[in-house]
């Protein structure tokens, strides 16, 4: 499966994104899916991720202020990001995997991110 993230961009502090990975090839549904996100100069962390059958999980920084959710009918994943705050600037990445990875060293491939800024 290739995937495809977008919808990052420049927020002020409190605003919202949301943030969407389109799927080509077959068996989106089957997947779990995660975001990873990439601070500047910091490793790559899970953010959230979402089972084939939907169940969620998130990182204890993100909880609250955002959501994963999934379209298997258009094979897209989304991040819905509210409350945002300068810490969660960083470039996201979307994956795909048997199950949810809670290391990036668990996925071989990765495509190109969306960059999200919080700042004023």
Same mark, same amino acid.
């Given at each position: =499966? %290739?995937?495809?993230? &977008?919808?990052?961009?420049? =927020? ?7 943030? &969407? ?5 077959? !068996? #989106?549904?089957?997947?779990?899916? =995660?975001? !990873?996100? %990439?601070?500047?100069?910091? %490793? ?7 089972? &084939? *059958? ?5 990182? $204890?920084? =993100?909880?609250?202020? #955002?959501?994963?959710?999934? $379209?298997?009918?258009? &094979? ?9 705050k300068p810490e969660d600037t960083a470039v996201y /990445?979307?994956?795909?995997?048997l199950k949810v990875g809670s290391s990036a060293d *668990? /996925?071989?491939?990765w495509g190109q991110g969306t960059q999200v800024t919080?700042?004023?």
């Amino acid at each position: =499966v %290739q995937l495809q993230a &977008s919808g990052g961009g420049l =927020v002020q502090p409190g605003g919202s994104l949301r943030l &969407s990975c389109a799927a080509s090839g077959d !068996f #989106f549904r089957v997947y779990a899916m =995660v975001w !990873f996100r %990439q601070p500047p100069g910091k %490793q790559r962390e899970l953010v959230a991720g979402i089972t &084939s *059958e939907g169940s969620t999980t998130y990182v $204890d920084s =993100v909880k609250g202020r #955002f959501t994963i959710s999934r $379209d298997n009918a258009k &094979s897209t994943l989304y991040l819905q990001m509210n409350s945002l705050k300068p810490e969660d600037t960083a470039v996201y /990445y979307c994956n795909a995997g048997l199950k949810v990875g809670s290391s990036a060293d *668990e /996925y071989i491939k990765w495509g190109q991110g969306t960059q999200v800024t919080v700042s004023s």
